[in-house]
């Protein structure tokens, strides 16, 4: 029961996007975090809400029984997860043209746009093309 827990909390956490700059994808962040830092989360951090922040607190809040491996990963996987989020909000503004333009959407609607971003190369600039990358769209 406690492991379904711990993969309904690490599942819960990628599930809030879609799933880089250097970004990794949500999937391997959670990947890394379960690996590294399941059996500290199901110990230490029992009952908080499996969002990120709040998971985030907890591990921070019990550094000092951590295993070093959990220490050096998790900043790492939630660095990832806010790097991929940034890169997936760039995105609107670095395809505005393109979006309009090209694939005769709206930004306010950005999302929508992304299949015709991928599908339609041509006419779509090398900054949009790498932010759509960045973000994990492609």
């Known amino acids: 029961m406690v492991r379904g827990s711990i993969t ?5 956490l990628g599930m809030p996007s879609l799933a880089a700059a250097e970004t990794m994808s949500f999937g391997d962040s959670i990947g890394l ?6 059996a500290e989360i199901v110990a230490n951090c029992r009952g908080v809400n ?3 922040t709040r998971l985030k607190e907890c591990l921070s809040r019990n550094r000092d029984v951590l295993s070093q491996q959990c220490l050096g990963d998790y900043l790492t996987a939630f660095d990832a ?5 940034a890169a997936r909000v760039t995105v609107a503004n670095a395809c505005q043209r393109e979006i309009v333009k090209v694939c005769g959407g709206s930004t306010k609607e950005t999302s929508k746009s992304i299949p015709c971003l991928i599908s339609t190369p041509k006419g779509v600039s090398n900054n949009c093309l790498k932010a ?7």
């Not at 975090?33 to 399941?38: E, H, I, W």
């Open 8 to 12: 309904l909390i690490l599942l819960a």
């Open 50 to 52: 499996p969002d990120s």
């Open 33 to 38: 975090l379960a690996k590294s830092c399941g």
């Open 132 to 138: 759509v990358d960045d973000a994990g769209y492609r």
């Open 81 to 85: 997860i806010q790097k991929r989020i």
